[in-house]
């Protein structure tokens, strides 16, 4: 219903369906009903998710209901006709909530573990191509398979097993993030940690706490990501020592996002610790690498700061770091992320079509992630509401492909 308007409209709905008038909402995020007017009407940009975090709880609603969360996944050649509610449908099958009601023969083929290395491989492939109609046609049958192996695993394969259906798990957590599916890449996140522990492998441990962070940030829980962190931090540190590239990368990777976490709680000094950890680490790792699909290194820092900066209101500190970064070596989901954050600088900073060029550089690479990200779209209704008469063509083209439209 609402996915054609922007955040501030979005804030403007929901106040109407609560009967809440203008000055009283503006007071309970401790703002005037001046700002508040003006960020309904799109004078005011909400691009900071700790403002649209504040207004959410006062609204009594998700976050994702005022980003327009979730999108739907559209049908293509990657995706077929079986998209997320397949994927929804394999984590909601009762069966997967204990061996005992399996029924499983004795006879029955499984794949040997080496292919479903390959096939888990996959999927993690797709997700940082930003192929994620593809990636979520997957899942659920790399899902099954996982299931049925660690299941059956017996001795030395077992870890392995276990080890794979975790990293099954977090890839769908990961990919239903993309796509805005916050609940279901909870469950999936959680279910994920307690295969993790299974394979009694700390990296896999660790790999997995990223990803319930990842959750707690997509449902606004800072505070807690920034906890969570913590305590997570505190399980790898023993390892540190003597890790391996790969303890090193999703030690380090944990950092980067309770950065993230810590910005959108507005705590300036958290951000810096972890940050500084995060970059410490990338130091020790030497160079940039892709460790359990970490993307980890010093340019996954750099893009972080200037994410960060934005989080935190510094335009100028994001549009002067955004552009000097070169994510050309990184995985693409990493280089589309980077360019929507300095595409959203530069965009505040009334620099429209560099940013525009930005987009449309970045929808080349990704296309789905470009759409389904708010910070896309956000853009370019944006951009759509401050266009009087007819919208440049450029701009016009990029959202029919992104499905948004202009109010009216």
Not at 47 to 59: G, N, P
Not at 257 to 270: F, H, I, N, P, V
Request: a negative charge; aromatic letters at 6%; glycine letters at 8%.
């Amino acid at each position: 219903m609402t996915q054609h308007l922007t955040v501030g409209e979005r804030v403007a709905y929901y106040r109407h369906r609560r009967g809440m008038p203008q000055d009283v909402l503006a007071g309970l995020v401790g703002r005037t009903a001046d700002w508040l007017g003006k960020a309904e009407n799109n004078r005011i940009e909400l691009d900071r998710l700790s403002v649209i975090r504040s207004l959410a709880h006062a609204l009594d609603v998700a976050v994702a209901d005022l980003i327009g969360e979730p999108t739907l996944l559209e049908w293509s050649r990657d995706s077929g006709r079986s998209t997320v509610p397949a994927l929804r449908a394999a984590l909601m099958d009762y069966r997967q909530l204990t061996p005992l009601l399996g029924r499983q023969s004795a006879q029955e083929e499984r794949p040997t573990l080496a292919a479903l290395q390959s096939d888990v491989e996959e999927v993690w492939e797709a997700y940082q191509a930003s192929r994620f109609g593809f990636a979520t046609r997957q899942l659920p049958l790399v899902l099954a398979d996982s299931l049925s192996a660690a299941r059956a695993a017996r001795g030395s394969d077992r870890d392995e097993a276990y080890s794979l259906l975790a990293l099954t798990y977090q890839g769908a957590a990961m990919v239903l993030g993309k796509l805005g599916e916050s609940e279901l890449a909870w469950i999936a996140a959680d279910r994920g940690l307690a295969a993790a522990q299974q394979s009694e492998n700390p990296v896999v441990v660790g790999s997995l706490f990223r990803s319930v962070t990842h959750c707690l940030l997509s449902t606004g829980r800072y505070e807690s990501a920034v906890d969570l962190v913590r305590d997570a931090a505190g399980y790898l540190e023993p390892g540190l020592a003597e890790g391996s590239p790969a303890y090193l990368s999703v030690y380090g990777t944990l950092f980067l996002t309770g950065a993230m976490a810590a910005a959108r709680a507005e705590d300036r000094g958290s951000t810096r610790q972890f940050l500084a950890e995060a970059e410490s680490t990338a130091q020790r790792l030497g160079q940039d690498a892709n460790h359990m699909w970490t993307a980890f290194g010093p340019t996954n820092v750099a893009i972080h700061r200037v994410a960060t900066a934005g989080e935190l209101g510094d335009v100028q500190v994001a549009v002067d770091l955004g552009p000097q970064v070169d994510t050309s070596g990184l995985p693409v989901e990493r280089q589309v992320r980077h360019a929507l954050e300095v595409a959203r600088a530069l965009s505040a900073w009334n620099r429209t079509d560099e940013a525009m060029e930005m987009v449309l550089a970045a929808e080349e690479l990704a296309p789905e992630q470009v759409r389904h990200h708010y910070m896309g779209r956000e853009l370019v209704l944006g951009w759509l509401r401050g266009t009087r008469g007819r919208p440049a063509r450029p701009i016009a083209d990029l959202a029919e492909r992104l499905q948004v439209m202009r109010a009216g």
